[in-house]
């Protein structure tokens, strides 16, 4: 008997000792919480845990620790806890975070970020297991990094934001129906939250406030709180804003250790106050929605400044004539895809070459960029550009129209298939024309050209003939393209300067002499052009013997030897008609004589090419073999003295003993 009283005594003294907690708040005015940040207690009793200070967290804590232990073992007692809450944003696109009710060894939570976390953790120490925390969240943002289900849920979080279980807002109805609630609504709702420390369950349950507890929690966790819940612990809330304004408030609070929470005197509850809410906004809020709305405002007009900048165009009223001829920028750009690299077909002495797709017709085009720095002459060479796009022949890439922007014109061209013709020719081509083919293309390019000079009622010249302006189409017809754009640059030079546009190896001695370019010059740089094409070498060959470097003169050798067919490309085999091949190689002589006066016209090109007209004997035009008409002396000197330096990249070394000659005088 007596034993037995004197086991039982220190356990009664140990119960009694361990008085469970038990509280009840309907409203907090003159309660004793322990708060930090910027939590307050409104004289109307309301617990504010946040205002809309932005980036700020506050505490609110039941101010004494709490036994969920007792001494005998380490097995969490049943607690049960009820309050009231509700979150306010005046608008509720910009939202803030939410609240937690939290089971804490310390009383607050120091170290806490005051932006994140809801107030608990910080980056460090967030999901670690020394935390001991135990978290019911109320959260109304969506985080990835939390795995959060969506920006309206209620978690469990067990030492981390990471919730160990969570749902979307709501409650079941009596109906087993499910009904969702906005956290954020403004509106007070009633959070049950109970442990049953035997089977080991955490239920939580939410209800609008005048629902009353619905009889299925939101939320069931079965998991052993013991090993996270020391002895004893401290309970409260936490919250945070991050960067918008809403409030957060708790209206009443009761908890009951080892039994059941104390039932909330609803209509004794503070009011939720509206009208300081509203004030707040107005002084604080309302500004900085201003402020965001004139930068949208700026941000937007800055990138309508922008887009009609990078779209911007020249038009003057003169060129209203040319309508139909004229582009969009905005069509172009968007057709080659904003002149990315990717669409870059060539880049020529003129201007880079994209290819592009008109959005709307579909049409494959080629857009010249051509770079012009003066003005002076734009207007007539526009308008020159855009009468020669009203010439039509089948050997002339056809200019479909033109854009023009400050210090830059944009010519557009049919896209051709094939790509230029140089490609076929020189450097161990991947693929070369065999003989007929440059035959019908030689043809195609003289009759293209006798066209330009004769078959309209201006003459036009060239001034830039050569294999790499030859386009091939789909049929591998050859098309002369970029006629009249050396003219762009013949406009607005020092008249006193010999300044010459062309291309070395087929400018024609006068024409770098005088500086003017004719049809007969055109001429030459066709026979340079028609002999590149039969010998499938170009003008000019930067490296080898001087006496090799100069096409025209290197055919010149092989005539006077009497073996002029030795000159044709070694790619033909045995597959050439020999008299079409002779005739070209002679003709090509006789149009890049030095003489002008020797040269015959593009009509006559075009009927000793088409055997309307039986080619002369060249002995008696003086193209002997002791004509010396091509002597290396003449052409090349004439060449390099007369050549500007920035013409020709391909020829860089000879540029500049040309600079060196020029600036020794002339
Ligand atoms: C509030 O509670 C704390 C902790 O129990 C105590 O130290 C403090 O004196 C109390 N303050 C008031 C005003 O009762
Ligand atoms: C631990 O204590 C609780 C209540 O204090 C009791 O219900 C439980 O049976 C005890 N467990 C053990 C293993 O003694
Ligand atoms: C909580 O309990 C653990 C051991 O169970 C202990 O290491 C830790 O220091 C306790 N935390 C506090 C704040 O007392
Ligand atoms: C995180 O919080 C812990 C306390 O829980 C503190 O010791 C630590 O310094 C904090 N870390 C940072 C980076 O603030
Ligand atoms: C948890 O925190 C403790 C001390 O606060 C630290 O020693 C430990 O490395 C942390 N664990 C992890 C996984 O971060
Ligand atoms: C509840 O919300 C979910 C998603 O948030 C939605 O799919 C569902 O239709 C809503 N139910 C009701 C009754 O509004
Ligand atoms: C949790 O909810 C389930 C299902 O409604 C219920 O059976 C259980 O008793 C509840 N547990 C607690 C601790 O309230």
Redesign the pocket.
């Known amino acids: 008997m007596f034993s037995k009283l004197v086991i039982l005594l220190p356990l009664l003294i140990s119960v009694v000792g361990s008085q469970d907690t038990n509280f009840i708040y309907n409203g907090f005015r003159s309660v004793n919480l322990s708060l930090d940040g910027i939590a307050t207690i409104t004289s109307n009793g309301l617990l504010e845990l946040t205002d809309d200070t932005m980036e700020q967290m506050g505490h609110a804590f039941y101010p004494t620790p709490i036994s969920f232990k007792n001494s005998l073992n380490d097995s969490a007692f049943s607690f049960s806890t009820t309050f009231v809450f509700a979150i306010a944003s005046r608008y509720p696109a910009l939202k803030g975070q939410g609240i937690a009710f939290v089971i804490s060894?310390?009383r607050g939570r120091p170290g806490a970020l005051s932006n994140q976390y809801l107030g608990l953790f910080n980056e460090t120490n967030n999901g670690n297991a020394?935390n001991?925390v135990v978290a019911v969240e109320l959260d109304t943002i969506q985080n990835q990094e939390f795995k959060d289900i969506n920006d309206n849920h209620v978690g469990v979080d067990i030492n981390s934001l990471k919730s160990a279980t969570s749902t979307s807002a709501g409650y079941y109805a009596d109906s087993g129906a499910f009904m969702n609630l906005t956290l954020i609504s403004g509106n007070p709702m009633q959070v049950w939250v109970e442990y049953d420390g035997v089977k080991k369950q955490l239920n939580v349950t939410l209800a609008p406030i005048d629902v009353g507890k619905p009889k299925f929690p939101l939320l069931s966790l079965s998991r052993d709180l013991s090993?996270i819940i020391?002895?004893?612990m401290y309970v409260g809330f936490s919250s945070t804003n991050g960067p918008f304004l809403t409030f957060h408030y708790i209206l009443g609070w009761s908890f009951k250790m080892n039994g059941k929470a104390q039932e909330l005197a609803l209509s004794q509850l503070p009011k939720l106050p509206r009208g300081k809410e509203r004030s707040k906004l107005l002084t604080i809020g309302l500004p900085v929605i201003l402020v965001s709305l004139v930068l949208v405002a700026i941000s937007g007009a800055t990138y309508v400044i922008k887009r009609k900048r990078k779209f911007a165009e020249l038009v003057e009223d003169w060129e209203v004539d040319y309508g139909p001829h004229r582009f969009k920028y905005k069509d172009l750009y968007i057709a080659t895809k904003g002149f990315r690299e990717k669409e870059l077909l060539g880049s020529g002495g003129f201007g880079k070459v994209y290819k592009g797709v008109l959005t709307t017709s579909k049409i494959e085009i080629a857009v010249k960029k051509v770079s012009h720095e003066s003005s002076q002459g734009m207007r007539e060479f526009v308008a020159e550009i855009v009468s020669i796009g009203r010439l039509r022949h089948r050997n002339l890439v056809p200019l479909l129209g033109y854009c023009r922007r400050k210090r830059e014109l944009l010519l557009v061209y049919d896209y051709m298939s094939y790509g230029s013709l140089d490609k076929y020719l020189f450097d161990q081509p991947q693929a070369t024309l065999s003989w007929s083919q440059r035959f019908k293309v030689i043809k195609g390019v003289a009759s293209g050209l006798f066209y330009l000079h004769e078959g309209w009622d201006q003459v036009v010249i060239h001034r830039d003939v050569k294999a790499s302006n030859v386009l091939l189409d789909g049929e591998l017809n050859g098309k002369l393209g970029d006629f009249g754009l050396a003219r762009l640059y013949d406009h607005g030079t020092d008249p006193q300067t010999t300044h010459v546009v062309g291309t070395l190896g087929y400018l024609a001695p006068e024409h770098t002499r005088r500086g003017k370019a004719t049809t007969s010059t055109d001429v030459y740089a066709f026979g340079a052009f028609m002999l590149e094409v039969a010998c499938g070498r170009r003008p000019i060959q930067a490296n080898g013997p001087p006496e090799h470097s100069i096409l025209v003169d290197w055919v010149f050798s092989h005539f006077s030897r009497g073996e002029i067919m030795e000159a044709r490309d070694p790619n033909y085999g045995t597959s050439y008609v020999a008299e079409e091949l002779e005739l070209v190689l002679k003709l090509g002589l006789m149009c890049s004589h030095s003489e002008a006066a020797a040269r015959p016209s593009m009509r006559q090109v075009v009927q000793y090419l088409e055997g309307d007209v039986p080619f002369p004997d060249l002995s008696s035009l003086g193209l002997s073999s002791t004509g010396l008409t091509f002597a290396h002396g003449d052409g090349l000197d004439d060449f390099f003295l007369s050549y500007p330096s920035s013409m020709n990249q391909a020829f860089s070394h000879t540029s500049s003993i040309a600079e060196s000659l020029l600036s020794g005088g002339r």
Do not use: Y
């Open positions: 060894p310390t020394t001991h090993p020391n002895k004893t």
